[in-house]
């Protein structure tokens, strides 16, 4: 049988094209750490909602991975009038998912509705006597003092983030959930495709224009996306992500546990490591309305308790790769970080002196309620050593177990604990949210106006802290760090419980996965 | 017959109330508040109460319950409270998930349990009959869990044959849905096969033993005839009820199953609202599940007047 010319010269050719119109989208399989429930990374402090927003939206600034803040959607800014004016320029061509320009006024809403809701972005309002929209590309701010960490703030990588939103969305109420997703980010949220509790689908943003130059590094340097599409699927279960890493269902799994790391570490095709280097903080919060910590000699004597490693081990297991101490109340090995007043997290304890410390302190066998959330491991297993500490102590202990819903409701109440209000509970931190005083939320005096939790007064350290935001450079920032953390240890508004580390997984066929919180530019097949 | 029926619909509504009030009310009585969750750690008192306000949350219970009746009476079950979407979208996007591992399971599970049960009382007091019981108690005794863990490691890890989580539309074609719900059905269906395998056994014993069957063999009828037309119609009505309460564990099964299978049902939906007090998606779901545990209990007692005639109402 033969062929005609004319057949075989259209099958040639259709031939030569077909890679060009085949290709078939790049996928990366991601598991997140939880579900993407609340989509407005301004609404909730949610560390899978912050990650989500860094796909979605794009930030003034970035910060790399040695914390230093760099502009991203700004070309840059010039400080005049001592330090008292900031002039940002956006980058030409930035555009909303929309495709409407970015512009200036845009920015200005929402650095304020991020200010309503961040306490960083609270000091930044707060040192602002004017943030204007000069011209489209244009943001002013004039302050009532110098503010060096100006970039710093708006480039935070850590919860909440300050994300750019049109100005329809950013004017909407800080306190209810923005549920349409027009960011400028590298990637374009998927509603159509997202079922709640199982898949969350992300497109390149073919219109993102990625900052030039530069190295990409943390959140900062240029943003360039090689993967069409990314898919977050959601697995509740544990052994259930570790098997579809193994049979190659999914390319990464941002945090598996110790446990499943293990195995994963094991398998040749898959990369196991930890991606930030901050790590997790551990701390013990003491509510200071009520006995006995209200006495600040009996919270001393529960900070000279504390052996870190006793936490650590139970929370991350025995590898001591896998966790750090001792820790302040700075993010270890980061710049405001300091080892003055550790030494007593690795002493070994003598309880019966510890038990004669607490008598004299003044301590009367109140009942202490200890809050143990039972669905989080990590923080059950905080709870449990804490538990166990305080009775060794002699203090009369109730341990109150119940998930972690109930916990935050329960913390919240002022009230004595017999009428249902508690003594202690502990939680853990991102490293990014202790680097510097300035969100580092648990190092706050302000009593019960600051609103949190515990309601610690220390007005030394309110003081310590306005200065340190005001100071000019990062000598004396350094000096109030340790300053901090001295009167830290004597005013004791929470206790730090050391640093652990959480592995990722991906296979070897995806590269260029960045250091710090997952971020999906940069990463590409291989 | 189909007064029975309307009665019985009808019957369901004031069931249904109660389930409304009652689900209404233990969620308002239990611990835990969405606007703390909401809000996260970094959150003051005050903005966690902002939160409260702005999402309602903060009205007293007669105007909360009252105003979410009203909804519900006109078709609304609310929205969510973290993902601000309609929570009947929510169920409808989960619901061929939980209805497609249901009915496999269900169709497997009889298609398997009952020959088992037969079988195990035609042969009773033999070795047949002791290892079909044994493999009931494994059923009964192992968890749900271990069963789904066990069948991933060998038919999704080592086995490649079937994937180890997700779930795949029919929509994308017969083979490929069939494939993601084999092993959770298979999990899921051990408690229940090993449910209706032991009545169907008790309750063919005792209809073995009725004169009417030793008259058929007298007559000569065949034995495969006595079990499956004589025999098996006549017990039919204990399994169809056990059928019928094995529903509800399937329900509570699936939360399991869905969750070690990662299947996006509503079983781990529910879970979920439940952890973040998601309470109008919590109520919704309770809603659906109780009408629908209404109706099935409505159908097995239509299905008893299909296998006993002397059965009118």
Known sequence: MGIRRRTFLGASAAALAAPGIARAASVLKFIPQADITILDPVWTTAYVTRNHGFLVFDTLYGTDATFNASPQMVEGHVVDNGGRQWTMKLRDGLKWHDGAKVLARDCVASIRRWGARDAFGATVLQFADEIAAVDDRTIRFRLKQPFPLLPTALGKAASNSCPMMPERLAMTDPFKQVTEMVGSGPFRWNARERVVGS?????????????????????????????????????PDAATKTAAMQSGETDWWENPPADNALVLKADRGLVTRVLDPTGLMGCMRLNQLVAPFDNPAVRRVVLDAVRQEDYMVAVAGTDPSMWHVPTGIFAPGTPMASDVGLKRFTEAKDFAKLKTALEKAGYKGEKIVLLLPTDLPELKAEAEVSADMFRRMGFEVDA????????????????????????????????????????????????????????????????LRNQWLAAKDVTTQKELAVKLQQQAFIDVPYIPLGQFFQNTSYKKSVTGVLDGIPVFWNVRPA | MLTYILRRIAATIPVMGLVALFVFSLLYIAPGDPAAIIAGDQATVQQIAHIRASLGLDRPFLVRFGDWLWHVLHGDLGTSIFTNLPVL???????????????????????????????????????????????????????????????????????????????????????????????????LGGIYIALIARITRATMLEVLSQDYVRTARAKGVGQREILYVH????????????????????????????????????????????????????????????????????????????????IRY
């Open chain 2, 89 to 187: 979208r929510m169920i409808e996007q989960r619901a061929p998930t939980t209805l497609s591992l249901m009915t496999i399971t269900l169709v497997m599970s009889i298609a398997i349990a009952v020959p088992m049960g037969v079988l195990a009382a035609w042969k009773a007091g033999t070795w047949i009959d002791r290892v079909i019981m044994v493999m009931a108690v494994f059923g009964f005794s192992v968890p749900v869990f271990v069963i789904g863990y066990l069948l991933a490691y060998a038919f999704a890890l080592r086995l490649p044959w079937f994937p180890v989580q997700g779930y795949v539309s029919l929509s994308h074609g017969f083979w490929p849905w069939l494939r993601s719900l084999i092993l959770p059905s298979l999990t």
């Open chain 1, 400 to 463: 109150q177990a119940s998930d972690w819903g109930t916990v935050v409701q329960r913390r919240a109440s002022m009230k004595p604990v017999a009428a249902g209000g508690w003594s202690v509970f502990s939680t853990f931190w991102t490293g990014l949210d202790q680097l510097s005083p300035a969100g580092h939320v648990f190092l706050r005096g302000q009593g019960k106006a600051g609103g949190q939790p515990g309601w610690p007064s220390s007005p030394a350290i309110e003081a």
């Open chain 1, 199 to 235: 898949l969350a689908v992300y497109e390149k943003f073919h219109g993102y224009v990625p900052r030039p130059g530069g190295v990409a590094s943390g959140t900062a340097g240029p943003k360039i996306v090689h993967y069409d599409r990314v898919e977050w699927h959601v697995i």
């Open chain 2, 231 to 310: 025999a098996l119609k006549n017990a039919a009505v204990p399994i169809v009820t056990i059928i019928g309460i094995g529903f509800a564990a399937l329900i509570g099964g699936a939360v399991v199953t869905e969750s070690v299978f990662a299947l996006p049902g509503i079983g781990r939906l529910t879970v979920d609202a439940i952890l973040q007090r998601d309470y109008p998606v919590i109520q919704g779901v309770v809603l659906v599940f109780s009408f629908i545990y209404v109706l099935v209990n409505l159908v097995v007692d239509i299905l008893y007047t299909v296998f006993d005639p002397r």
